[in-house]
């Protein structure tokens, strides 16, 4: 049955729900989800040692497994599981951040010799610090935040960008200009 459907509608009929199609939507995900996980993972500034496959883990059991996503497209999921990754590294980096502080509170991921060393072995207030701007520039102009998001984190085109979300080429540009120029003067 998940043959005859688009990945689109499998991934609609998983998030509401439906777990006959989860072994055809994880096959078919899995390989384009390790990408950008890879992806996400070489931006790091000091690199990490937490690996793709764990990185896929985290988000899928703390977003995925739940459902309710809302999806209209393959490269909407691509991008909301990319927002999902960047968001499970910036919460990576406060707790071991608040760690350090010794606030007291042991967090417990995944992996924990993993967290470790992906922890020791990355600037991480660099990447709380990129996501508190990330959110600041949301509250700010939500276009221009999309358009970073889908452009640096995701890896979206410019055309690519205008065709998902209805802009024109020069407006994604646009937005793209204004949003990594704010985030330049706010760092």
């Known amino acids: 049955m998940a043959a ?3 990945l689109t509608e499998q991934l609609q009929r998983y998030f509401e729900g439906d777990i006959e199609v989860a072994e055809s939507v994880l096959q078919t995900v899995l390989p384009q989800l390790h990408n950008i996980a890879e992806r996400e993972l070489r931006r790091e500034r000091h690199g990490s040692h937490l690996s ?3 990185l896929i883990h985290e988000v899928w059991m703390k977003n995925m497994s739940k459902g309710g996503w809302e999806i209209t497209s393959r490269r909407h999921f691509y991008a909301l599981a ?3 990754m960047r968001h499970i590294l910036v919460d990576f980096a406060r707790a071991r951040l608040a760690q350090r502080r010794g606030n007291g509170i042991s ?3 995944f ?9 020791e072995n990355t600037d991480l207030e660099s990447i709380v610090r990129i996501g508190q701007l990330m959110d600041l520039l ?9 358009v970073v998001d889908m452009h640096y984190f995701v ?3 410019f055309d690519e960008i205008a065709s998902h979300t209805g802009m ?5 540009r646009h937005r793209w200009e204004k949003g990594r120029d704010w985030l330049k003067r706010q760092m």
């Open 138 to 146: 949301t509250a700010v102009d939500p276009q221009a935040a999309r």
């Open 107 to 109: 967090p417990e991921p």
């Open 168 to 172: 024109t080429f020069r407006q994604v």
């Open 111 to 119: 992996d924990k010799a993993a967290f470790n060393q992906y922890a």
């Open 4 to 6: 005859q459907t688009s």
């Open 155 to 157: 890896g979206f085109t």
């Open 82 to 84: 990319s927002l999902a």
């Open 52 to 54: 793709p496959t764990e």
